[in-house]
């Protein structure tokens, strides 16, 4: 066996020192424009804080037809800000581990929340055996965290139940719901549904929609006979349902805010595409359909930063809070072939990234990351092409006409997700870790290291 001089050693020396010490300088940088806030973000030490900042279906292409239509092909929405960028794989995988190339939210979702790769429709749990896997949220309550999760979805949803369920099927979502999920009924010793593993948590924060879900009955077990919202209020939980209550809640106790029966209706509106194209049309930025009490994400974002840092201030604790927000509709427009709904729901998701960074600037000890858990299928096409499937031109805030295509199915059947990889951007304690092209199962590792969850 070759073994290396002690030249050589002196030299692997030398270079880790200069490496070292350009750490050092980069991290001790002042912040002043682009390059000063690249330098601040290369930097490995402890979070305190980490905002997660999920854009559902929210690939490139979607990112493009947002900032074109909203501040202009030479502008930059909030989410361009940050000072690291890069792009990470969105695979799922069969029972056997080999890959399944365009992946769904639940398998997506358990990828970060995780650590690990499941088949599509599950919930943190293994593709091949169906065991339970702890989530960053499990993790961070364990080591002393606060933690909270906020969606447009219903909370029951895929992206929000990864955290704080685990279920064999993504449609069990309510105790009237486990058809597919006999293992984790109560009545077979399991979980619950995953709005009964949701409030069972104690999550200090769940904010977004599915009331539906939470009024269904819980059919065995302790609770039984009882709402799982009843449930929540037996466990604490202070539960509220329009944006008066959410302004009127405490820190004392952990908040259930569950604003809509299903999901939370669309910002804007407008017409979808159709098949021939249509029209060019500005869209409707209020839409009539969504009542006036309903909060914004970026609200609702806002709230569940100052719920969780009043609550570990309120406990002297070092720690601070792992929270995640979801723009979920991005994806559900994107399945319609509705362009103006689809917009809307990124231009409100990129306004929670607003908030996300301005309380970051304030507390640089907060790790931001925005991504996505899948591409999709909106691509924008030049003007004269005739796509086979459905077509939308809009009047962008420039003037100018742009046409969105949507060709991933047939015509009037939902429009799918697509395998491409997808940008992740960052900024505070770990945030280097974004750099290059990583695996969706990275992002769990980032938020492990900078929370130094064990």
């Known amino acids: 066996m070759h073994r290396p001089g002690r030249r050589h050693v002196t030299i692997a020396t030398a270079l880790a020192a200069a490496t070292a010490a350009a750490v050092v300088v980069t991290t001790t940088a ?123 979805a219903e909370l029951t949803d895929a992206t929000p139940a990864v955290l704080a369920s685990h279920a064999t099927d993504r449609s069990c979502q309510g105790p009237a719901d486990m058809a597919k999920c006999p293992s984790d009924t109560i009545a077979r010793g399991g979980p619950g549904s995953i709005a009964e593993q949701s409030v069972n948590h104690k999550a200090d924060v769940l904010l977004g929609g599915g009331k539906q879900r939470f009024d269904q009955k819980v059919t065995d077990g302790a609770y039984k006979g009882l709402t799982v919202t009843e449930q929540a209020q037996k466990l604490g939980y202070q539960v509220v349902t329009d944006n008066a209550g959410l302004k009127n809640v405490t820190a004392g106790k952990p908040v259930l805010g569950l604003f809509a029966p299903g999901n939370g209706p669309t910002e804007w509106t407008g017409k979808p595409a159709a098949v021939g194209g249509t029209d060019p049309q500005r869209c409707v930025t209020s839409n009539p359909n969504r009542p006036a009490a309903t909060p914004s994400l970026a609200d609702s974002a806002a709230k569940a930063i100052q719920l969780l840092e009043t609550k570990q201030k309120q406990r002297h604790s070092r720690q601070g809070f792992f929270l995640q927000i979801e723009g979920a509709s991005i994806d559900k427009q994107d399945h319609a072939a509705d362009p103006c709904g689809q917009i809307g729901e990124t231009a409100a998701f990129d306004r929670a990234v607003k908030v996300a960074r301005a309380y970051a600037a304030a507390h640089p000890d907060t790790l931001v990351v925005t991504t996505a858990d899948h591409g999709h299928t909106s691509q924008i096409v030049p003007l004269e092409a005739t796509p086979p499937g459905m077509s939308a031109t809009l009047v962008t805030d420039e003037g100018q006409q742009l046409k969105v295509n949507y060709s991933t199915n047939t015509p009037g059947r939902s429009q799918e997700h697509t395998g491409t990889e997808v940008r992740i951007a960052a900024q505070g304690p770990q945030a280097y870790r974004v750099l290059g092209v990583t695996n969706q199962t990275d992002l769990f590792t980032t938020i492990r290291e900078a929370l130094r969850l064990r």
């Open 30 to 152: 002042g912040a002043s424009g682009p390059e000063g806030q690249a330098r601040n973000a290369i930097k490995s030490g402890k979070a305190k804080n980490v905002i997660l900042l999920i854009g559902d279906g929210m690939g490139d292409s979607e990112i493009t037809l947002a900032r074109d239509y909203t501040v202009g092909a030479n502008g930059r929405l909030n989410m361009d800000k940050f000072p690291l960028t890069g792009a990470y794989t969105t695979y799922a995988v069969h029972a056997d581990g080999t890959p399944d190339y365009v992946t769904d939210s639940a398998a997506s979702g358990t990828g970060w929340a995780t650590g690990v790769k499941t088949v599509n429709g599950r919930i943190s749990k293994t593709p091949g055996t169906d065991k339970a896997v702890p989530t960053l949220l499990e993790l961070a309550q364990k080591n002393g965290y606060a933690t909270g999760s906020v969606t447009t």
